[in-house]
């Protein structure tokens, strides 16, 4: 079966832009991922509409709320024919749990997975909120009670990678943003590796938004990233 490793985060304001990028690019080269800006204004109708093009599609809205409200947003997102959906492991196991449950009980399968350390965090930011352990630690610590509450998955950086493929096996699914190309900007992002690093560090598939969504011709930026990790 086909399982492209690259997921086009469309980080746009509007379905114009995001069904206009959409047309240029190829359900076998990628999947797509629908995030806040862009759920909030365009809605469930234009997840359905990428699902209809045959694109897998990733909802990363990160839910992150009591268990009863986290399970709900999960089935209701679920019903939306999505591949792939996430939620924030610091909301903590039965949190977790409760999403796992949502979204069996949607009568759908899609990935569920947890963000653990957001890419653009780095030690100092961590500090900031009162948390002092190693990032790496952090995240492992976080992706282990995630396995432990039954899903799919985390979103962690290509630099936790090897750590957390050692620790949590062959079948957990690590989603790696932070990736760019080694002459891109690395915008705000702070933990960060190529789309090459990523994959032989052990990522499954990796997140690339401006990378691709900037370039002058998105095509060619999505078929030469490709091209750059066929032999890993
Ligand atoms: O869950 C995510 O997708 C995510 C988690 C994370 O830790 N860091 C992160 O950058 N993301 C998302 O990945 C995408 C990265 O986009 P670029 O920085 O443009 O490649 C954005 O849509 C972010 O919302």
């Known amino acids: 079966m086909n399982d492209p490793k690259i997921i086009v985060a469309l980080d746009y304001a509007n379905a114009a832009g995001a069904l206009a990028l959409a047309q240029q690019l190829d359900p076998a080269l990628c999947r797509l991922k629908v995030g806040k ?12 509409k990428l699902v209809e093009r045959n694109f897998g599609v990733f909802l990363d809205l990160k839910f992150h709320d009591i268990p009863t409200t986290v399970a709900k ?41 947890a963000v653990t350390v ?31 509450a039954g899903l799919d998955g985390v979103v962690c950086s290509a ?15 690590l989603v790696t943003p932070g990736i ?30 401006r990378p691709i969504t900037q370039a002058g011709d998105p095509l060619v930026a999505l078929q030469n990233i490709s091209a750059s990790i066929q032999e890993i």
């Open 118 to 148: 957001l890419t653009s965090m780095n030690q100092t930011g961590l500090s900031q909120l009162g948390i002092d352990t190693p990032v790496e630690q952090h995240v492992l610590r976080l992706a282990r009670l995630t396995q432990q």
């Open 37 to 48: 800006e862009l759920f909030t204004a365009a809605g469930p109708q234009l997840v359905e």
């Open 180 to 209: 760019r190309p080694a002459d891109a900007s690395l915008d705000d992002q702070s933990r960060v590796a190529t789309p090459a690093q990523a994959l032989a560090s052990g990522s499954s598939y990796l997140v690339i938004g």
């Open 159 to 173: 630099q936790e990678a090897p750590a957390l493929r050692q620790a949590l096996g062959t079948d957990f699914c």
């Open 73 to 113: 947003a999960c089935e209701a997102a679920s019903k939306l024919g999505v591949w792939m959906l996430n939620v924030h492991a610091s909301g903590g196991s039965d949190m977790m749990v409760a999403a796992r449950e949502g979204v069996a009980r949607s009568g759908h399968s899609p990935l569920l997975i």
